[in-house]
């Protein structure tokens, strides 16, 4: 399998005139810009020496310089530069306001992004606000994972809120809406309201229960004894008496409040027994905060004109809600209950896991913060919903950390090289051959060394272009190539365990370079390759469902991976890169230890690492599978 990761790569050869390891079709494209520059000034100075021509012609324009994207380009233009102009508020302040019940997802990203970075733009605030409304399937792991990931995209929030803080509040408004004859307690079961709506289809005229008719007092009461614990759960509910006649559902008379006694509040305890909804709670929230632009998803917009009616009925501060797409990814399942079958079954080790596209998971796989934002801000926020194929999330990712991260030698299935005839020598090494600000280390190249056994055949053919024997390779930055003269292999397995080599010093430039890890400071690692979890765009289109769909190479794991004495000073540096949430030195987790292994692919350390045992994770490939769709 280590044989299929690096035959994919490319095969790297020395640009002579920069110094880089570049692959065959660079070095190719380069030398032919390269001749045709040539070749052009040499056009211009026989032109010049034959004198002026009749009509000098025009200097050509220089070519511009590729630029990294505007990473405030959605704020500027498209659909929240139009929100912004329709309420152009001189302090803004939006919310972003997850359920605690589960791990925020990449889709959480984008309406993150959406809502702190729009605050962020306009010079205003933006709250972190917890709808802690339903006891049941809040935990306190919640609250503290959607703050740390709030946090390591880069955004502090103005201030960290609850619905839970306005319970009190929210009370006394329900109050005033029964005194207002804009709410009554039902004691309706499911089947009913679903009859009153119209029944299957709309199959008749819709229609209020004779609940509605009760006087406010009468409602007042009963509220108040759904407060003081007289009724059951689900015995009676609070509903806004709305426009059932209206043609969005969102007005057919929703629930306001309902009575939940099995389990503790995570805040409140057991003070109260009855708990507003989020159709009644949000937007008097919204209100409570000054919120003056409430971004939300397009799943609610029909709830605009509820989220409008109740505080224009209430009479109290009115925000302007607006919806954009909901950002999807295919090739994954993002369902909570999904996940949680996943982990249950111990095909993932937890919501966590590389594999997941959970946020926790995406980070702990090692995609910086910047790069997921990058991501958010190629796509824009639109009113549709966007839904993208893993490989597109994975390109952003990767040219991120093209030239953000610095480069290391590693080695997956280790073979021992033994040049017979060289000494230990230093090696000067550059973390970026393209940014000389990353500095550079030294290697001791040693003469054992390690190779990649997918870099040995014991058996040479003309469309094989490594160690073989007889025949020489290049070795990364060593003084010389190395030409195989025997090996040995394990009598028990058949597999080659050790290679002899000579240096090759006739001069002649070798057709292709491999890396190498030397013996002296080199780090034993874990080193974890993450496939596809599933085989399909559509898992859960897989007959038998999802689970009937997982890909049984979803995970490789190489125990003896080998990595270069470099690895130490990436470490102590790290973050790499400093940006978004890791921008301080020491800040950043164990993931923030990112680098290019060369040929190979880039890695980031796992949070299952100790002191005596480095673990690896694959964050992306080097470049895109070949048999991806575009």
Known sequence: MAEEITQNMPKLQLDEETGEMVSKAELKKRQQKRAKKAAQEKARQVKAAAGPAKAPAAAPKPKAEETPSDPEAMFKQGWLHDVYLENPAKDVFTRFPPEPNGFLHIGHAKAIAANFGFARYHGGKCYLRYDDTNPEKEEEQYFTAIKDVVEWL????????????????????????????????????????????????????????????????????????????????????????????????????????????????????????????????????DSFEGITHSLCTTEFILSRVSYEWLNKTLGVYEPMQREFGRLNLQGTVLSKRKILKLVEDKIVRGWDDPRLYTLIAIRRRGVPPGAILEFVNELGVTTNTTTIQVHRFEQTIRKYLERTVPRLMLILDPIKLVIEDAEPVDVELPFSPKDPKMGSHTVKFTPTVYIDRSDFREEDSKDYFRLAPGKSVGLLNAPFPVKATSFTKDEATGKVTEVRAVYDRDGKKPKTFIQWVGTEGSRKAEARVHNALFKSEKPDD????FLNDINPDNEIIYTDAIVEAGFDEVRRRAPWPEAAGESERGKGGPESVRFQAMRVAYFAMDSDSTDDKIVLNRIVSLKEDAGKKS
């Open 154 to 285: 880069g955004f502090t929030p103005y201030k960290i809120t609850y619905s839970s803080d306005n319970f009190g509040r929210l009370y006394e408004l329900a109050e005033k809406l029964i005194m207002l004859g804009k709410a009554y307690v039902c004691a309706c079961n499911d089947t009913e309201i679903k009859h009153q709506r119209g029944g299957e289809k709309g199959a008749h005229e819709r229609y209020r229960c004779a609940h509605a008719e009760q006087t406010p007092e009468d409602n007042l009461a009963k509220f108040r004894d759904m407060r003081d614990g007289k009724y059951k759960p689900r015995e009676v509910f609070l509903r806004m008496k709305q426009d059932i006649t209206d043609g969005n559902p969102q007005m057919w008379d929703l629930a306001a409040y309902r009575i939940k006694t099995d389990q503790p509040h995570h805040r409140t305890g057991w003070d109260w027994k009855i708990y507003p909804t989020y159709d009644f709670t949000h937007g008097l929230c």
């Open 542 to 545: 897989a007959e038998g469902g």
